[in-house]
């Protein structure tokens, strides 16, 4: 086979090129590379810049409370809240109240329960025909033949208005 100088100068340049490109994309490779140890190495700095801010921040604050401590034990002498600084319900929030000014309008009265004296708990409720506790007893009546009061004001008034309270056996009464 004889090859001419114009091939051989086809196939040198074709090895030159694939050189060229080889290193090319090597050279890319390594470049790429570097871009992302340098991003890397970016991130570290902001997240360093945030500690180092975070830390900053921390630091004069924890400076500022102490200052302020030692301002308040020589100027001001104030202390924490305690517990017996609290208010433990309406009754006592109430009792902070002023009395009314002469002239002062009328308060706005609201509906409110009366208070319930809790002293041994509800009386049972015991049937006078039969000496048993009403929650023994159970009536049967069918619904449909039993006669409705019809509803109006009147009786939804009277209903509203009666306390029910529940029937609680006496002590050494067992119920049925």
């Known amino acids: ?42 991130r570290q700095i902001v997240a360093l810049k945030r500690e180092k801010n975070f830390l900053e921040t921390e630091f004069l604050t924890r400076a500022n409370q102490q200052q302020l401590k030692s301002l308040n034990d020589v100027e001001f002498g104030y202390e924490a ?50 000496g048993k506790a009403m929650a023994a007893e159970t009536a049967r009546v069918d619904m449909s033949q039993a006669a409705r009061k019809p509803t109006n004001a009147a009786g939804l008034r009277e209903r509203l208005s009666r306390l029910d309270t529940p029937a609680i056996p006496a002590k050494g009464v067992a119920a049925e």
Do not use: H
Not at 24 to 33: D, F, I, P, W
Not at 109 to 118: F, I, K, L, N
């Open 1 to 42: 086979m004889n090859l001419t100088r114009d091939r051989v100068r086809s196939i040198g340049w074709a090895f030159v090129l694939t050189v060229c490109v080889a290193m090319t994309l090597a050279l890319t490779l390594r470049v790429n590379a570097v871009k992302s140890e340098v991003r890397l190495v970016e």
């Open 81 to 130: 809240p305690t517990a017996a600084q609290y208010i433990e319900g309406e009754r006592q929030l109430a009792a902070l109240g002023k009395p009314r000014g002469p002239g002062a309008p009328t308060p706005i009265r609201v509906a409110s329960a009366a208070d319930v004296v809790e002293t041994s708990g509800f009386t049972a409720m015991v049937s006078p025909l039969t």
